[in-house]
């Protein structure tokens, strides 16, 4: 089973083959990437401090052919071979999701190949089970630059979200905050390059929903809090602006091993036949090693597996968008009619929890 990605919900250009071995035993998966090619477009936003819109869309519009020329060129597959074409088709910017999932509708038609409309959060929930051949029922940590959730993973289209931002994203949070600082986009690698040489216990800054009864993140008054600091000591040397860094990276820290510790307590009260229970850690923002590490060491307590794919394949990318495709395709649960389906800016992964405070009429951004 091979099947061909395409990845346009934000800021990256991407496209992949997947290969999965169609003579393995049903409870053995053996999948393969066979070519995963992410065209990042940070150059053309970083002088906006944040992803334009309408720039990203022309931007896929250039590059997108020659992404999927070059992915089937490295995979060595034909697409007279490819089993089905998977694209993202949200939640996302529209503009890209359009192009995306326009561009796949054509292929499909031209090709005489099935359309899979893949939710790109489903792309990060099953990614574990792509690289790590991870069992269902497990916990997925979500932390990028437009989400924030804990998620149970109980099955293929099978999603309970426990958790999710009221505000801001994490990875928001750190672009923002890396502007105010003066700091280069993306915010988050430059954010935490700056707080290695930072003193974390300068700024007491607050643990947002800490302690609360209630599961879910904030991290707009950790922003908030950032600025008014900032501003308090201006102008800032560059030791100000690595102890703010060093400081703010701690307390969302805190914050983060706070709530996803009630949530590895209550995973471990409802899956209580999982003997080898599993936290799985995506998005851009996993690969800040104060984070990796607060979460690790919880995990350990707790008697949980931490399982982070790789950096590749935690940032937005194809390839967990070709494999969603395989993993529908093996269940029988392909979706709805791909060729008419309207690409989403809002589909939230679990369509039974409440919106959000602050989410408006159309419901949560995720």
């Known amino acids: 089973m091979r099947v061909l990605g395409i990845e346009t919900s934000c800021d990256e250009t991407a496209a992949s083959v997947v290969a999965l071995d169609s003579s393995s035993a049903p409870q053995i998966m053996s999948p393969k990437i066979l070519s995963n090619v992410v065209l990042s477009q940070i150059e053309?936003?970083?002088?906006?401090?944040?992803?334009?819109?309408?720039?990203?869309a022309r931007a896929h519009v250039e590059a997108l052919d020659g992404i999927i020329e070059a992915a089937l060129a490295d995979s060595g597959v034909e697409l007279a071979d490819i089993d089905a074409i998977a694209a993202t088709a949200g939640p996302g910017l529209v503009g890209g999701l359009i192009v995306g999932l326009m561009t796949a509708k054509a292929i499909a038609a031209a090709a005489k190949k099935p359309l899979i409309a893949i939710n790109h959060l489903e792309g990060h929930a099953l990614t574990a089970r792509l690289t790590d051949?991870?069992?269902?029922?497990?916990?997925?940590?979500?932390?990028?630059?437009?989400h924030t959730q804990i998620v149970a993973v109980?099955?293929?289209g099978d999603y309970q979200r426990w958790a999710t931002t009221i505000d801001d994203a994490l990875?928001?949070?750190?672009?923002?905050?890396?502007?105010?600082?003066g700091l280069p986009y993306p915010g988050g690698p430059n954010v935490e390059k700056a707080a290695a040489s930072?003193?974390?216990t300068r700024f007491a800054f607050p643990r947002p929903m800490k302690g609360s009864v209630q599961p879910d993140f904030s991290f707009s008054g950790l922003k908030t809090a950032v600025r008014q600091a900032a501003t308090a000591i201006a102008p800032l040397s560059d030791q100000d602006v690595a102890d703010i860094c060093a400081s703010f990276q701690a307390a969302v820290a805190d914050a983060l091993?706070?709530?996803v510790s009630r949530a590895l307590t209550r995973?471990?009260?409802?899956?209580?036949?999982?003997?080898?229970p599993a936290l799985v850690v995506a998005g851009g923002v996993a690969a800040n090693r104060r984070i990796k590490a607060t979460l690790q060491a919880l995990c350990e307590q707790a008697g949980f597996s931490f399982v982070a794919p790789p950096l590749k394949l935690c940032t937005d990318n194809a390839a967990m968008i070709a494999w969603a495709g395989i993993e529908r395709l093996r269940a029988g649960i392909s979706g709805?009619?791909?060729?008419?389906?309207?690409?989403?800016?809002?589909?939230?992964?679990?369509?039974?929890?409440?919106?959000?405070?602050g989410s408006g009429r159309r419901g949560a951004k995720a």
């Open 154 to 156: 109980r099955g293929v």
């Open 44 to 56: 053309e936003h970083a002088a906006f401090g944040g992803v334009v819109p309408e720039i990203a």
């Open 133 to 146: 051949g991870l069992d269902f029922p497990y916990l997925l940590l979500l932390v990028s630059g437009g």
């Open 336 to 357: 709805e009619n791909a060729a008419d389906f309207v690409p989403r800016s809002r589909w939230p992964l679990d369509s039974v929890s409440a919106p959000m405070v």
């Open 198 to 200: 930072g003193d974390a």
């Open 171 to 181: 990875g928001e949070a750190f672009d923002k905050t890396a502007k105010m600082l």
């Open 257 to 259: 091993g706070d709530r």
């Open 267 to 276: 995973f471990r009260q409802q899956f209580p036949a999982k003997t080898e």
